[in-house]
């Protein structure tokens, strides 16, 4: 493995809680560092669900405020709990958008507490919906239902998290991986919910107050309804930081297997649950990867950020003549490796790089290197679109470079995981770097996350993956 200075991605920080999707940091290191320093080293198998206080029942929620409660209401501690949004700002809850921000609510009445569900009203007092209040977080209100009639208790939850489940297995998504993402947050109806299962193991990520508040209850359902060996939880993504939560990487409930894995189209990934990026594994590039395979036949392959050897084994299996693979994380490269091996492909057409990628195209580009099939995969350069400018600069440069390194008739295959950067743009991004490179490209592909991953119409924001497969012309 050939070592190269490592430079931090040019990844920036949030200022705002970010869509459900990738989440998190994706430097392993990182990762594991920032968790140590607040949390203390991995929780490995110990159950620590006992040292954090168990609310199975969080108050006034089993029920909520009867129907016929007063309309309007005083604005003092005392008055009946209940967010009222100013005039004219209910228009994206009419829309069923399930954020509510801090700017569009006139007062709060009551002392709820963070996590708790309130009716949420129009300036006239109408109801409009049930959200989960966090007054720590930019989003100061999260959608739950829009039922006036619903409760929000145990049993809603099992609702929505089984009609999760009836959705996957409708689309038979076991019958090509044991691992899938189940339950996939505001796009499930179950805001800041991220549930992904490898096999029997379960990783649940929660982003949000209203969701950690029924931590327990939510569980308890996956645990009644999956019965799986184990419940891992991976509350430990940046975004929590943001919502006023405390991290949080240990067992929930159950022991975690030394080894977990998941198989995809017959090829075997390891899966680091407790310091993996994300929830261990990048579950949304799943269709991607395999096509690929199809794309690979005798090529000479590049795949930059390639975490553990998603697209690199998939081109390896497809008959890549070979594959160079680059990633910042040493941990996430050995891991890949180790796929490698234990999938039995052939490690001669296969060459490992731990660098940023950044500097190693410019240096690809210099030694006169060319391919003739490249993948992009980067993180999440813009969380939200107030960071759409300087995320659009590297997707640009690395695209321009991935250009250059093309042989005539080669393929681009370009992914952004970033909420904040929209399908459309992404396109024009990747125009311009075209123009620039000099070359004239065609779109043969446009890509998405897999099927595990809906998108809720009302919700645009749960489109966070979109990919383009390029071939650049003769
Ligand atoms: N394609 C992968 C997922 C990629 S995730 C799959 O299918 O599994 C993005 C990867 O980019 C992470 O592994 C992270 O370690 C790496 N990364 C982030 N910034 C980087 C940089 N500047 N240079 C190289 N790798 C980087």
Redesign the pocket.
């Known amino acids: 493995m050939t070592s190269q200075k490592?430079?931090?991605?040019?990844?920036p920080a949030s200022s705002k809680p970010s869509p459900p999707g990738?989440g998190g940091?994706?430097?392993?290191s990182r990762e594991r560092e920032r968790l140590e320093e607040r949390v203390g080293p991995s929780q490995g198998n110990r159950d620590f669900r006992n040292r954090i206080k168990r609310d199975r029942n969080p108050p006034n929620e089993q029920k909520n405020i009867p129907r016929g409660a007063p309309q309007l209401l005083a604005g003092s501690a005392a008055a009946q709990p209940c967010i009222l949004l100013k005039a004219g700002r209910e228009k994206s809850l009419l829309r069923r958008h399930p954020w509510i921000f801090s700017g569009a609510i006139e007062r709060v009445d009551g002392a709820p507490v963070s996590g708790g569900t309130l009716p949420i009203r129009d300036d006239a007092g109408n109801f409009l919906a049930w959200g989960a209040y966090n007054p720590d977080s930019q989003i100061t209100a999260r959608v739950w239902s829009w039922r006036e009639e619903e409760n929000i208790d145990a049993e809603f939850f099992r609702g929505r998290i089984a009609n999760a489940l009836a959705a996957r297995s409708e689309l038979k998504l076991a019958d090509k991986s044991n691992g899938m993402r189940l339950v996939h947050a505001e796009s499930d109806g179950l805001p800041g919910l991220i549930v992904d299962r490898y096999g029997d193991v379960l990783v649940m990520q929660i982003g949000s107050a209203g969701a950690e508040r029924w931590r327990d209850t939510i569980a308890d359902i996956l645990q009644e309804l999956c019965k799986p060996v184990c419940i891992y939880e991976r509350s430990d993504s940046d975004s929590r930081g943001l919502e006023g939560l405390e991290l949080r990487n240990g067992v929930l409930c159950g022991t975690l297997p030394d080894y977990v894995e998941v198989i995809e189209n017959g090829l075997r990934?390891n899966v680091d649950v407790a310091a993996g990026?994300?929830t261990g594994?990048?579950l949304?590039?799943c269709d991607?990867?395999a096509l690929t395979e199809t794309l690979a036949r005798d090529k000479e392959v590049l795949?930059?950020?390639?975490?553990?050897?998603?697209?690199s084994l998939y081109a390896l299996r497809g008959g890549a003549k070979s594959v160079l693979s680059?990633?910042?994380?040493g941990d996430?490269l050995r891991i890949a490796a180790e796929n490698l091996a234990r999938n039995g492909l052939d490690e001669s057409r296969a060459e490992w790089l731990e660098?940023?990628?950044?500097?190693?195209l410019r240096t690809l580009r210099d030694q006169g290197r060319k391919f003739d099939l490249i993948?992009l995969?980067?993180?999440k350069f813009a969380p939200t679109a107030a960071f759409a400018e300087k995320a659009a600069r590297g997707y640009k440069d690395i695209n321009l470079l991935g250009f250059k390194l093309l042989r005539p008739g080669g393929l681009l295959c370009t992914?952004s995981?970033s909420g904040g950067i929209s399908e459309d743009l992404f396109q024009k991004i990747i125009a311009g770097a075209a123009l620039d490179a000099g070359v004239d490209a065609q779109i043969i592909h446009h890509l998405h996350a897999s099927a595990d991953h809906p998108v809720l119409l009302s919700f645009p924001e749960g489109a966070y993956l979109k990919g383009l497969v390029l071939r650049v012309g003769l």
């Open positions: 490592t430079k931090s991605p040019s990844t990738r940091d994706r430097s392993l990934f990026q994300k594994f990048y949304d590039q991607n990867r795949n930059c950020f390639c975490y553990t050897g998603g697209f680059i990633d910042a994380s996430a660098a940023d990628v950044f500097q190693a993948i995969d980067p993180p992914y995981c």
